[in-house]
């Protein structure tokens, strides 16, 4: 279904759960532009929370995500303590302001903390924030997961979990510093289940050192056969020179980039055959699943959690490294936790780096959205849209896109090309930048 054009997918471009990327963020925002942010925050503006733990049990050599070893449990308190006095801060400042629609746990790991720190810090955003009838997901490692982690999900009224999974295969799984046996995953499953998540993912990985399409198409039907609502399918990205801990994964193992190509259409054949939707580039969903039908609406938003159904237009971040979304302006807190420890201290907030946006940050940031959410896009705003427009000239000779006007629609074959495409109206991007992996 899918035809192949490496040099359309060259160059490495980013995800883009946001724009300006965040590795285009500046140390030019701090305290003042998240007290101002929240000061704009409507009565009953629609919030979302993202509350991050930036620790795990163990640590998996892949992986990007801000993050260290939970190996003392009194860094751990310590930690709980910092994120109660900024749930504080936060909640003073807005003052009742705001709805919360959801909260997302993420990391790290959320369960490298104790079930009743867990159970005691959900009941406490409860008490500090309006959010009453706030869908609750967790990020959950299978390694550190119990039947009393479960129990405390359900008490909490969690509904939507996310397990990482990466691979089932055995061999990859030591090859990534990950092993987790499918009978471990597969228990993590029933207690979730029984616990009322009604909304389960999977997150998996091709690319993976060692990994070819036989590897895959197993790991697949290992994780139908455990029936996810959901599936993200992500490419392994391999920077060791931004994320220092991957040079422990062998590079000469690594699938080519016309195998992970190839990995990426195996895995929405298979995906689709089995009756899950495509959202996206790179999720799937049941059709029955909230996410699915948010694509099928037009609905479909990507924020730092990926493709989401969720439409609050505020991302308030919470803990080291989360993000904060505002519309004028995006703040990301200090990421190591000892300065972020120092930062609430002294100045009541933690945010560090981050933009304010530009009109045509904003612009080029729904086009962007749009493109990848809904796959079509009114460019008539572009200020630079000949530019654009040259750029994408060997993409519509592929039959790739087309144009009506200055609407510019994506083919259904154009998926694994979607974040190249995206990538040309970003202003921000230079050529051969190192930060960034694979489009595919």
């Known amino acids: 279904m899918w035809t192949y054009h490496p040099e359309l997918l060259a160059r490495p471009v980013p995800r883009y759960t946001s724009y300006p990327t965040a590795a285009d963020f500046q140390d030019i925002v701090g305290p003042d532009d998240m007290a101002a942010a929240l000061d704009l925050v409507g009565a009953d503006q629609a919030i979302s929370l993202y509350v991050h733990i930036p620790y795990c049990r163990e640590i998996c050599w892949y992986c990007g995500c801000n993050t260290g070893a939970a190996n003392r449990s009194a860094r751990l308190s310590a930690y709980l303590t910092r994120l109660g006095e900024e749930i504080d801060r936060l909640a003073a400042r807005l003052a009742g302001r705001g709805r919360v629609s959801r909260i997302a746990f993420g990391g790290g790991s959320p369960n490298a903390i104790a079930a009743a720190a867990f159970a005691s810090l959900t009941e406490y955003l409860r008490q500090r924030f309006r959010c009453e009838d706030a869908v609750l997901s967790v990020e959950i490692d299978p390694r550190g997961f119990d039947v009393e982690w ?5 008490d909490a009224g969690v509904s939507h979990a996310s397990l990482g999974v990466q691979t089932f295969d055995p061999a990859i799984q030591s090859a990534i510093g990950r092993v987790q046996p499918p009978a471990d995953i597969a228990r993590a499953v029933g207690w979730l289940r029984r616990a009322g998540v009604t909304s389960l993912n999977f997150d998996l990985m091709y690319g993976l050192p060692g990994q070819d399409a036989a590897a895959l198409r197993a790991t697949l ?8 609502d959901r599936l993200a399918v992500f490419g392994y990205a391999h920077v060791p020179q931004v994320i220092p801990r991957q040079r422990r994964i062998d590079a000469s193992a690594l699938p080519g ?16 055959a089995e009756g899950y939707d495509a959202v ?3 999720h799937f969903a049941r059709p029955s699943d909230p996410l699915a039908r948010a694509a099928a609406a037009g609905r479909l938003h990507r924020n730092f959690q990926g493709f989401v159904d969720d439409g609050a237009s505020v991302v308030i971040g919470l803990g080291a490294s989360a993000i904060s979304a505002f519309p004028d302006r995006l703040l990301q807190n200090e990421k190591n936790s000892g300065r972020y420890h120092m930062m609430l201290e002294q100045h009541g907030s933690a945010t560090a780096r981050g933009c304010r946006l530009s009109a045509d940050d904003r612009v080029r940031g729904r086009a962007i959205a749009a493109i ?5 896009a009114d460019l008539a705003d572009i200020p630079d849209l000949s530019a654009v427009r040259a750029q994408l000239v060997p993409f519509e000779a592929a039959g790739l896109v087309r144009w009506a006007g200055t609407r510019l629609t994506l083919d259904s074959t154009a998926l694994p090309y979607a974040r190249s495409i995206a990538a040309t109206l970003d202003a921000y991007r230079q050529p051969g930048s190192a930060r960034f992996s694979n489009a595919v």
């Open 150 to 154: 479960a129990a405390a999900m359900a």
């Open 221 to 228: 039907a290992t994780a139908i056969a455990m029936m996810p």
């Open 257 to 272: 980039a016309a195998e992970r190509f190839a990995q990426a259409a195996l895995a929405h054949e298979v995906l689709t």
């Open 280 to 282: 996206g580039f790179d």
């Open 372 to 376: 990848l959410c809904q796959g079509a």
